[in-house]
C-alpha cells in the first residue's frame, strides 16, 4: 500500500460514490487530511459519510465563492480529486449540465493550477458515445468522439477546453467506465445493475434485463466494461502516488463482459439459481444506448500500472455478501 500522499486533499463529490470511496482509500493509508464538498439535499447519501475520517465538510455552493477570497484553508491544498458531478444520462436540462460539469470543473481546474495543487478530475467513457470513433484515450483524438447524451458531452466539453487552452497536458481526466460497488445506493436509476438486480432478486427471485434492438447483439448479450469501485479507486489513486504527468486515461478493467455473465454472477453470491426475464428497452434511451464498452488500458499500463483488477465474480461476491446483503457503506465492513 502505498504511503499517504503529502499536503492537504480536496475532494469534490466526496459524499458521492467514487469520491467517497476515494475517502474511505485516503483514510485506510491513514490520510485524514481531507476536505470533502458536496451536495447533499434529500436523499440518504451523506450516509457515506458517517464512517469516514476527514478535516472538514463545505457544502458545494459554497467552494467557489471560498475559492474567490483566497481562503486560507483552501490555500493548504496540494491536490484536488474533483469527481463532483451530475452523472445521470438521463439528465434533459442541457443548461444545468453546462453549469455544474463544465463550469464548475473549468473553474475549479483553473484555480487549481493557479495555486500549483495536482488537479484530477472524473471524465467518463460516455464521451465515446457509440464507440465507432474508437474508445482510445489519446488526447488528440477527442475532437473526433460523439457522445450520445448530454452528460457524455459535458463531460466532452471539459476535455476539449483543457486542450484547447494547452493544460490538458498538465492535469489528470479520469474516463470512467462501468462502475460499481458499495455507497452507490443513493444513485437512483443510475445505480449498477448489481445494485438493482440485488433488490430485484430480493422481491420477485428474478432479474430483468434489456432485449437487444440491434440484429448483432443477442438479449442479454450486450458488454460492458465492469470495473468494481475498490479497484477504481486504486487505479485513481495512482495518478496520485506515482504519475507525474498529465492527460487523457480510461479507468477500466480492459474487458467486456455480458449482461447475462453480470447476472449470473449475482444469483452465484447469493446462492441462488439463475432466473433472467428480458424487457422491452424504453425507447427514449434505444438511439442513445451503449451497446459494447471495453476500456483500452494500455496508456494506464504505461505510467506503470502493473496491478490487476479482481475477477468479475469475485467483485460482485464482495458487493453483495459485505456490503448490499448487510446494508453497509465502506468503512462499516472494515471496522471504521
Known amino acids: 500500500m502505498s504511503p499517504p500522499p503529502p499536503g492537504r486533499i480536496l475532494v469534490t463529490g ?15 493509508r491513514g490520510f485524514e487530511d481531507i476536505l470533502i464538498t458536496d451536495f447533499l439535499g434529500c436523499d440518504e447519501k451523506w450516509r457515506n459519510l458517517v464512517p469516514l475520517r476527514f ?25 484536488v480529486l474533483h469527481m463532483g458531478a451530475c452523472s445521470s444520462t438521463t439528465e434533459r436540462d442541457a443548461d444545468y449540465l453546462v453549469h455544474n460539469n463544465f463550469e464548475y470543473t473549468k473553474n475549479l481546474a483553473e484555480w487549481a493550477l493557479s495555486i500549483g495543487a495536482r488537479f484530477i478530475y472524473a471524465s467518463s467513457a460516455a464521451t465515446y458515445g457509440d464507440g ?4 482510445n484515450d489519446e488526447d488528440d483524438g477527442i475532437d473526433r468522439l460523439r457522445p450520445l447524451n448530454m452528460y457524455g458531452y459535458s463531460k466532452q466539453l471539459f476535455d476539449q477546453y483543457a486542450r ?22 443513493h444513485k437512483g436509476d443510475m445505480r449498477s445493475l448489481v445494485n438493482k438486480a440485488f433488490a430485484q432478486i430480493m422481491e420477485t427471485g428474478k432479474v430483468c434485463l434489456f432485449r ?26 495512482h495518478f496520485l502516488d506515482a504519475v507525474e504527468e498529465g492527460g487523457l486515461y480510461n479507468i477500466g478493467s480492459g474487458e ?33 444506448y451503449q451497446y459494447f464498452t471495453q476500456a483500452d488500458v494500455s496508456k494506464l499500463r504505461a505510467t506503470g500500472w502493473t496491478e490487476s483488477c479482481r475477477p468479475l465474480e469475485e467483485a ?10 448487510p446494508d453497509r457503506r465502506l468503512g462499516e465492513a472494515e471496522g471504521f
Open 14 to 28: 466526496g459524499a458521492g460514490f467514487i469520491g467517497s470511496a476515494l475517502v474511505w482509500e485516503l483514510n485506510r
Open 55 to 79: 478535516t472538514d465538510f463545505i457544502p458545494a455552493d459554497n467552494l467557489l465563492p471560498l475559492l474567490e477570497k483566497s481562503s486560507f484553508e483552501l490555500g493548504k491544498i496540494k491536490t
Open 132 to 135: 465507432d470513433n474508437g474508445m
Open 164 to 185: 484547447r487552452k494547452g493544460f490538458l497536458n498538465r492535469i489528470v481526466g479520469l474516463k470512467y467506465f462501468n462502475v460499481f460497488g458499495p455507497n452507490e445506493d
Open 212 to 237: 437487444s434492438h440491434r440484429e448483432d447483439f443477442r438479449d442479454g448479450e450486450q458488454k460492458r466494461d465492469f470495473l468494481y469501485v475498490k479497484d477504481a479507486v486504486r487505479m485513481t489513486l
Open 256 to 288: 467486456a463482459n455480458t449482461w447475462i455473465t453480470l447476472a449470473n454472477a449475482i444469483f452465484s453470491a447469493l446462492n441462488k439459481d439463475p432466473c433472467i426475464e428480458f424487457v422491452d428497452m424504453p425507447e427514449a434511451i434505444r438511439e442513445k
Open 316 to 325: 460482485v461476491a464482495d458487493y453483495v455478501n459485505h456490503y448490499l446483503t
